[in-house]
């Protein structure tokens, strides 16, 4: 079965840097778009980044455009996004997520947390 | 504000039809599939729609329509474990960037 699992949040001071991982299982990932999306304490969901199946089409929010990265190894079935810069307002609950139609997704991991904060 | 507007919150009693609602422009919701996302006490979003597709395991009480710029998640038969947040989302063209709505939260009355 679809399988998505976050790692690498944590606590991290502003300014500081993370690389959360998002490792796939149960499908041919290359094959896919993936997302990174964010939910900060008690707010709704927002759009973090994006990545074509192969790696040739990247976007960001405007809100972490020139501080986050998003890569993808096809051959290691995964998925990162490398944060730098971090600001208190990035603390948030990170998911990734798989879309098959580009614009819409359908499983989603459990999340990672990242708490930005001195 | 978010860039797809979804009603706040919606009420109903347990077996009524509940329609949620989602409201764009030609540039995101008339252009692209939209998709329907259930949280449950903030726990991890798990997609019950996405355009009129419904996913395995999903109770097919859920339904999805589209009509010109609006998308709306249809609930017939309203369960108390329906109880959620419900969030809508899809790609905008113009600003190159996929926009969520506000969501809207669900009671089971």
């Known amino acids: 079965q679809v399988q998505l699992v976050e790692s690498g949040g944590g606590l991290v001071k502003p300014g500081g840097s993370l690389r959360l991982s998002c490792a796939a299982s149960?499908?041919?990932?290359?094959?896919?778009?993936m997302y990174w999306v964010r939910q900060a304490p008690g707010k709704g969901l927002e759009w973090v980044s994006y990545?074509?199946?192969?790696?040739?089409?990247?976007y960001y929010a405007d809100s972490v455009k020139g501080r986050f990265t998003i890569s993808r190894d096809n051959a290691k079935n995964s998925l990162y996004l490398q944060m730098n810069s971090l600001r208190v307002e990035d603390t948030a609950v990170y998911y990734c997520t798989r879309a098959p139609y580009g614009t819409a997704f359908d499983y989603w991991g459990q999340g990672t947390l990242v708490t930005v904060s001195s | 504000q978010s860039a797809l507007t979804q009603e706040a919150s919606v009420s109903g009693t347990v077996g009524q039809k509940v329609t949620l609602s989602c409201s764009g422009n030609d540039n995101n919701v008339g252009s692209f599939v939209v998709g329907w996302y259930q949280q449950i006490s903030h726990g991890a979003p798990k997609t019950v729609m996405f355009?009129?597709s419904l996913p395995s395991g999903i109770p097919d009480r859920f339904s999805g329509s589209r009509s010109g710029t609006t998308a709306s998640l249809t609930i017939s038969g309203l369960q108390p474990e329906d109880e959620a947040d419900y969030y809508c989302?899809?790609?905008?063209?113009?600003?190159?960037?996929?926009?969520f709505g506000g969501g809207t939260k669900l009671t089971v009355l």
């Open positions: 990545s074509s199946h192969d790696t040739t089409t990247k």
């Open positions: 149960g499908f041919t990932f290359s094959d896919y778009s």
């Open positions: 989302s899809t790609w905008d063209y113009s600003l190159h960037a996929q926009v």
């Open positions: 355009g009129d």
